[in-house]
C-alpha cells in the first residue's frame, strides 16, 4: 500500500542541525511532487518546502529559506530535507506528503498522503 | 498571502447531527483551489476534499465541500463518533500556500 514513512527526528540546540529522512513505498515515488508540512505543538499546519518531481522545482517558506534544504533520490525513493540553524519556532511534527497527480498529468499542490510524522524539538 | 479563518473553533454536536465548518479567506481563491484535511487526535492529516467539492479516495458521502471565491465550507451531514478530529482548510492557489487555524469537532 501507499506509505510515507519519515524519521531523523529529536532533540538539537538553537543554531544546529538536523537531518530529516522520508522513505516511500507502493507507488512511483518519481512521478510525484512531495512536500514538507510541519505542525508546531498546539498549532496548525504550515507548509514548509516542496519539490518538483525531477528535482529541479523548488520551494521554500520564507521562514527557511536559507535554513533548510530539500532533496529527493528517485533511486531509493526517499525525500530528504536537511535543517541548519535551527531555531526554537522550528519545533514541531514534521510531516512528509505526497503531493497530488492528475490523470491528466497535472500536479496538484494539495497533500493527498501523509507520512505519520517525526518530531523535531529545539531547545538549550 | 492568503489568510485563512476557520470558523467556529469548536463544534460540540451529538452523533447523527450535521456540522457546518466554515473556511473564509483574505482573498480569492483561484480556480476553486481548496482542500480539506482531518486530522484525528494523534495522527496525521486525512485529505478529505481537493477542488472545493471533490472527494478524496475512500471517503463517505456525509463529507461534502462546497464555495468558490473566498467562502467555503465543508459539511458533514450525519456525524458519527469517529468524525471527531480537527478539520483544516488548505489554499493551494497562490504561494505561500496556507493553512486554517482548524476546527474542533467534538461529539456529545
Known amino acids: 500500500q501507499v506509505q510515507l514513512v519519515e524519521s531523523g527526528g529529536g532533540l538539537v540546540k538553537p543554531g544546529g542541525s538536523l537531518r530529516l529522512s522520508c522513505a516511500a513505498s507502493g507507488f512511483t515515488f518519481s512521478d510525484h511532487y512531495m512536500a514538507w508540512i510541519r505542525q508546531r505543538p498546539g498549532k496548525g499546519l504550515d507548509y514548509v518546502s516542496h519539490?518538483?518531481?525531477?528535482?529541479?522545482?523548488?520551494y521554500n517558506a520564507d521562514s527557511v529559506k536559507g535554513r533548510f534544504t530539500i532533496s529527493r533520490d528517485n533511486a531509493k525513493n526517499s525525500l530528504s530535507l536537511q535543517m541548519d540553524g535551527l531555531r526554537v519556532e522550528d519545533t514541531a511534527i514534521y510531516y512528509c506528503?505526497?503531493?497530488?497527480?492528475?490523470?491528466?498529468?497535472?500536479?496538484?499542490?494539495?497533500?493527498?498522503?501523509w507520512g505519520k510524522g517525526t518530531t523535531v524539538t529545539v531547545s538549550s | 498571502e492568503i489568510v485563512l479563518t476557520q470558523s467556529p473553533g469548536t463544534l460540540s454536536l451529538s452523533p447523527g447531527e450535521r456540522a457546518t465548518l466554515s473556511c473564509r479567506a483574505s482573498?480569492?481563491?483561484?480556480?476553486?483551489?481548496l482542500a480539506w484535511y482531518q486530522q484525528r487526535p494523534g495522527q496525521a492529516p486525512r485529505l478529505l476534499i481537493y477542488g472545493a467539492s471533490s472527494r478524496a479516495t475512500g471517503i463517505p458521502d456525509r463529507f461534502s465541500g462546497s464555495g468558490s471565491g473566498t467562502d467555503f465550507t465543508l459539511i458533514i451531514s450525519r456525524l458519527e463518533p469517529e468524525d471527531s478530529a480537527v478539520y483544516h482548510c488548505h489554499q493551494y492557489s497562490t504561494t505561500p500556500w496556507t493553512f486554517g487555524q482548524g476546527t474542533k469537532v467534538e461529539i456529545k
Open positions: 519539490i518538483g518531481s525531477g528535482g529541479a522545482s523548488i
Open positions: 482573498q480569492k481563491v483561484n480556480s476553486r483551489y
Open positions: 506528503a505526497r503531493l497530488a497527480l492528475g490523470d491528466n498529468g497535472y500536479h496538484y499542490f494539495f497533500m493527498d498522503v
